[in-house]
């Protein structure tokens, strides 16, 4: 491995002899990622991993009903938000990327991919980029990488996204995985990052970044990013049940409670609101062993309970409540 790292270290030194310093000036993101589109969601997302601390806070850019841009290698940031800028202004993925690149000194050392909300895409790769590395853009998807073990990284992601199902951040994060098994980064493996945007702007930003999840330093970022996009599946049903919640739809949020907990049942918080609906639609006594359980968790959860009846968020009288309280001394 230390032979190794000296031979990456003087390649990159022999090229920046070659190349105006200010081509180094960014963060390197040698890696490998997938741009993608959901032709029936119209969903957007960038997906990425490398040997690199934090690397989706410079390669992944993204906005609702606009596109996405990964921009990677010896990593020039100004492309992500000028590469949307582009296809704002009506330009199509390919005349963006040919803009941009013909507009770099360091253009050699790029690799970059764009896809705007009609799932047309476009990348590129520069032709000092670190072998292992290439590109593969076809409609409603871009799959590139560099500095991989092997050539065969990114066909293999082209063809696992191609034959995926499913929702847009597991088809993503299985072309990822593909890369992996292929060989992946030759250097190994840190951290990794997943980007969703809606296909169409609704005007609130809020609302239009559907899914944004990093793992910054991990021995196996892609599975701990695989766990969390479950995690993340998991609190949709726990955000809608707060929204059942709100709109004093009890049956509906016991069920989006109810089907959270399914997925984790490990987690103590699900649990825990999943009993309160139970109570808030007169089922006390199913609601009890859940109690039972958060309460031999943490007892802060019952002064969280005690408070709840004054928010209007436990519909209880005083002896259940009580009951429910010591429900873990019995």
Known sequence: MKILNFIILFIIIVTMKIYPQSVYSGNLAHTYSIVARDPVTGEMGVAVQSHWFSVGSIVSWGEAGVGVVATQSFVNPSFGIRGLDLLKAGKSPQEAVDELISSDEGR????????????????????????????????????????????????????????????????????????????????????????????????????????????????????????????????EHMNKGDIAVENKDMKLAMKEYSDAENMFPENTEMKFWHAVTLVNNSMTEEALPLFKEVFSENSNWKTLLMRLPDCGLLNTDENTLNRIISEDKN
């Open 108 to 235: 050699d050392v790029r690799q970059l991919a764009i896809l705007d909300s009609k799932g047309r895409s476009a990348s590129y790769t520069g032709s000092k980029c670190i072998p292992e590395a290439g590109n593969i853009a076809k409609e409603n998807y871009s799959v590139q990488a560099n500095l991989m073990l092997s050539s065969n990284v990114w066909p293999a992601m082209s063809e696992t996204f191609e034959n995926s199902t499913g929702p847009l951040a597991e088809r993503m994060i299985a072309a990822l995985e593909a890369a992996q098994n292929a060989g992946g980064d030759i250097r190994g493996r840190q951290s990794a990052s997943i980007l969703i945007v809606k296909g169409e702007s609704s005007g609130k930003v809020w609302e239009d970044r559907i899914m944004d999840l990093r793992v910054e330093d991990n021995q196996d970022p892609v599975n701990e990013l695989k766990r969390l996009v479950k995690v993340y599946r998991a609190y």
